[in-house]
């Protein structure tokens, strides 16, 4: 059982860390030279699909966090292991507030052909993106060095 929770967090993880990465790091800068009107659509869209697998990744990440933590106890859980989960509950409440703020907005001002304000809130998912990705590669480095 240890075995399938740490392969179910980690799978989780990699899905949820991974697409943050190609959002940033390969999706962003290659429509850059598309037009607003082109590039906010697609950008939407590709950000939907992403957040269907994203809430079950979080779910999963939750789930096993916890099986795994209650499984040796909390008071015998290494140090990293509790940063992680204080840090992965920071990660899921700050990738709430982009889905509900930042997110929901984008979707408002693509549906209304608003680009300037959808541009603006482009960039607000692309720093909270960032964020989210610099908390869980601290996330990962506290339970790899202080585990």
Do not use: C
Not at 98 to 120: I, M, Q, T
Request: charge should be positive.
């Amino acid at each position: 059982m240890p075995a399938l929770m740490k392969f179910l967090h980690v799978t989780a993880a990699i899905t949820w860390l991974g697409g943050v990465s190609f959002m940033l790091f390969a999706l962003r800068p290659a429509v850059t030279q598309l037009p607003p009107p082109q590039r906010l659509p697609l950008i939407a869209q590709v950000l939907r699909r992403f957040f269907v697998l994203v809430w079950p990744a979080i779910a999963i990440l939750l789930l096993t966090g916890l099986v795994m933590l209650l499984g040796v106890g909390m008071k015998n859980a290494p140090m990293g292991w509790h940063l992680m989960f204080g840090i992965g509950l920071l990660m899921f409440a700050l990738f709430g507030h982009l889905y509900f703020g930042p997110f929901r907005r984008l979707k408002h001002a693509v549906n209304a052909s608003d680009w300037p304000e959808g541009g603006r809130r482009v960039g607000q998912i692309a720093t909270l993106a960032m964020v989210n990705l610099a908390l869980g590669a601290l996330a990962i480095a506290a339970v790899i060095f202080l585990a």
